[in-house]
């Protein structure tokens, strides 16, 4: 399947362009580097539900991993004037388009390998 028709290829683009976007504002705006490296794995802290089974897992991590909790932080941050909110939502974006663009999808409540981009370790 080409590039162009394979939705998976589609999705882990999208993901490495928001990355870059992210990257790109984040920079913009003078964020500071260090924030930057020591907030970009906060997201996986979702990870922890699947302590509790795969159900809960994947809701948690779900959660912190959709773009529409970062993109409502930065639409605050905007509309506010508060500058400095803008950094972690940035972050935060730009750790879903890294996930998105290596693979790691939403989790389906099956297994954490189970993603919408298909099984994670699969060849």
């Keep these: 399947m080409c590039l162009m028709t394979s939705p998976t290829a589609l999705l882990r683009l999208e993901g490495a362009a928001l990355l870059a976007l992210s990257l790109f504002l984040y920079w913009h705006l003078q964020g500071s580097w260090i924030a930057f490296v020591l907030l970009l794995l906060v997201p996986d802290v979702g990870m922890l539900g699947y302590l509790r089974g795969p159900r809960l897992g994947a809701a948690t991590y779900n959660l912190t991993h959709i773009e529409v909790l970062p993109a409502a932080l930065a639409f605050i941050a905007f509309t506010l004037g508060y500058e400095i909110l803008m950094w972690p939502a ?34």
């Design 90 to 123: 940035l972050i935060w974006l730009a750790h879903i388009g890294m996930d998105r663009s290596l693979g790691y999808g939403l989790k389906l409540p099956t297994a954490f390998q189970d993603t919408h981009l298909g099984r994670i370790g699969r060849r």
